[in-house]
């Protein structure tokens, strides 16, 4: 059974730092990793998917890795600021497209 | 706007009571998903469907739960018999594809369910 797991569960830095979210998996054969955003009450905005056969993604100040071998993706956002408070949360996808998530990680900057 | 729209918002009712939700997924995406998520935690699947085909059902559907897709547009997801621990935001995604692909899942905004 796939599980996946994010760490930390929460984050405080100041603005302008660089910061990394971990996302570990448990069964290696999946067909895409993806990283969505949430908003407190909202639904979830896709940032990033990384095909299994990719190593990495970049969109903006963002980028995601994936080492499927080890199951494991990063997301690293660079010069972070106070809107990309939010709750992000990380998900693999096997051969029926269905999604399994983490418990993700909220992610406060402070100003 | 991922374009993906769910129907209503909010919905608060009485234990035992029945409600019903909608999502209109992007028009020309055949596979149409259903998750919940409670309060601190990630998004569970639910069910999906192939065009009208319901293919998977998840253990977290009891028998009060059910689903349809009918022409293979939007969907509805009903709730029977309501109970205080059905709680819980209610999304629904769509994606191109048959699955064994590598197509993005776009969500909608969800229906947050209020179980009194």
């Known amino acids: 059974k796939q599980e996946v797991t994010q760490i930390p569960a929460a984050l405080s830095v100041p603005e302008g730092e660089n910061l990394v979210l971990n996302c570990s998996f448990t069964d290696s054969a999946i067909y895409n990793l993806q990283w969505f955003r949430q908003d407190p009450g909202k639904g979830l905005t896709s940032l990033l998917l990384i095909q299994s056969s990719q190593r990495e993604q970049t969109s903006g100040r963002l980028n995601a890795s994936l080492d499927k071998s080890s199951g494991r993706s990063t997301l690293y956002i660079a010069a972070s600021q106070p809107g990309d408070s939010a709750t992000y949360l990380c998900?693999?996808?096997?051969?029926?497209?269905?999604?399994?998530f983490g418990q993700g990680t909220t992610l406060q900057v402070k100003p | 706007d991922t374009g993906v729209s769910q129907n209503p918002r909010h919905k608060i009712t009485k234990r035992g009571q029945n409600v019903t939700f909608r999502c209109d997924p992007i028009s020309e995406h055949n596979r149409l998903y259903w998750y919940r998520q409670t309060l601190g935690q990630g998004p569970e699947f639910l069910t999906y469907f192939q065009n009208e085909a319901q293919l998977e059902k998840s253990r977290l559907l009891s028998d009060r739960f059910s689903a349809e897709r009918p022409k293979g547009s939007f969907s509805t997801l009903e709730i029977q018999r309501t109970e205080q621990g059905d709680s819980a935001m209610y999304l629904c995604a769509s994606r191109r594809g048959t699955g064994g692909d590598y197509n993005e899942q776009f969500f909608g905004p969800g229906t947050r369910l209020t179980v009194l």
């Open positions: 998900a693999v996808s096997g051969n029926t497209g269905k999604l399994i």
